[in-house]
């Protein structure tokens, strides 16, 4: 394939959610397979649950959730767009990989392994860059409505214009041609005029292997 033919996919993820963060290793898998190019935003799982109904224990995690995501936007703010997959592959690693949740210290840790200032992780407990966040929420929103979670990717149409879809949803995350074949179903759903979803009850947890 040459350039000219290279494919675009939007990608919306929020740091702490387990299925994002297996969709992402998965698209990282059809970049290597694939003419393909990953564009990386945030979004905010505290942002979609905003006046919903919540369980207590899972209010708790959606009050910390903001701390990490705005971590990620004050980084992008600060050295741009090609730091997004490297801080949250650095921050997923802890917090999916290795089940940690003292998360001031994951986004200090992070920060310093992407060659960043460890200070930006005290944007956590502020809301100096949620302005910016909210911005970026909306536009992987905008393009899927409110019933959906994170991830959200957004896959090229028929016309070049941008599907996007909740998900997919996968554990394991395909690796090699698998993902390459499931990266190409999806390009043909997103080219079908009126497809909308496909669905059924999961039955394991994240694989992260």
Same mark, same amino acid.
């Not at 959610?17 to 935003?41: G, I, N, Y």
């Not at 207590?56 to 936007?73: F, H, S």
């Not at 502020?126 to 991830?151: C, F, K, M, N, Y």
């Not at 949803?169 to 005029?193: F, R």
């Given at each position: 394939?040459?350039?000219?033919?290279?494919?675009?996919?939007?990608?919306?993820?929020?740091?702490?959610?387990?299925?994002?963060?297996?969709?992402?290793?998965?698209?990282?898998?059809?970049?290597?397979?694939?003419?393909?190019?990953?564009?990386?935003?945030?979004?905010?799982?505290?942002?979609?649950?905003?006046?919903?109904?919540?369980?207590?224990?899972?209010?708790?995690?959606?009050?910390?959730?903001?701390?990490?995501?705005?971590?990620?936007?004050?980084?992008?703010?600060?050295?741009?767009?090609?730091?997004?997959?490297?801080?949250?592959?650095?921050?997923?690693?802890?917090?999916?990989?290795?089940?940690?949740?003292?998360?001031?210290?994951?986004?200090?840790?992070?920060?310093?392994?992407?060659?960043?200032?460890?200070?930006?992780?005290?944007?956590?407990?502020?809301?100096?860059?949620?302005?910016?966040?909210?911005?970026?929420?909306?536009?992987?929103?905008?393009?899927?409505?409110?019933?959906?979670?994170?991830?959200?990717?957004? !896959?090229?149409?028929?016309?070049?214009?941008?599907?996007?879809? !909740?998900?997919?949803?996968?554990?394991?995350?395909?690796?090699?041609?698998?993902?390459?074949?499931?990266?190409?179903?999806?390009?043909?759903?997103?080219?079908?005029?009126?497809? !909308?979803?496909?669905?059924?009850?999961?039955?394991?947890?994240?694989?992260?292997?």
């Amino acid at each position: 394939m040459t350039s000219a033919s290279r494919l675009t996919a939007d990608f919306w993820f929020d740091p702490l959610c387990p299925w994002a963060w297996m969709t992402s290793r998965w698209m990282l898998e059809v970049e290597q397979v694939r003419d393909v190019q990953v564009r990386w935003h945030v979004m905010s799982l505290a942002v979609l649950n905003e006046g919903r109904d919540l369980t207590p224990e899972y209010e708790e995690l959606i009050e910390k959730a903001w701390g990490p995501v705005r971590v990620v936007v004050a980084a992008q703010k600060q050295s741009g767009d090609e730091v997004v997959l490297p801080l949250y592959t650095a921050l997923g690693s802890r917090i999916h990989l290795q089940a940690r949740s003292d998360y001031e210290s994951i986004c200090r840790e992070a920060l310093e392994e992407v060659g960043l200032p460890a200070g930006l992780a005290d944007v956590m407990g502020t809301t100096q860059v949620d302005e910016a966040l909210r911005v970026s929420h909306a536009a992987g929103i905008a393009l899927v409505g409110e019933d959906v979670g994170t991830p959200v990717v957004a !896959f090229p149409g028929p016309d070049g214009s941008p599907v996007a879809f !909740f998900g997919p949803v996968i554990s394991p995350a395909p690796k090699g041609e698998a993902a390459g074949l499931l990266w190409d179903g999806c390009v043909l759903v997103a080219g079908t005029p009126g497809f !909308f979803e496909l669905k059924r009850t999961r039955t394991v947890d994240p694989i992260f292997d």
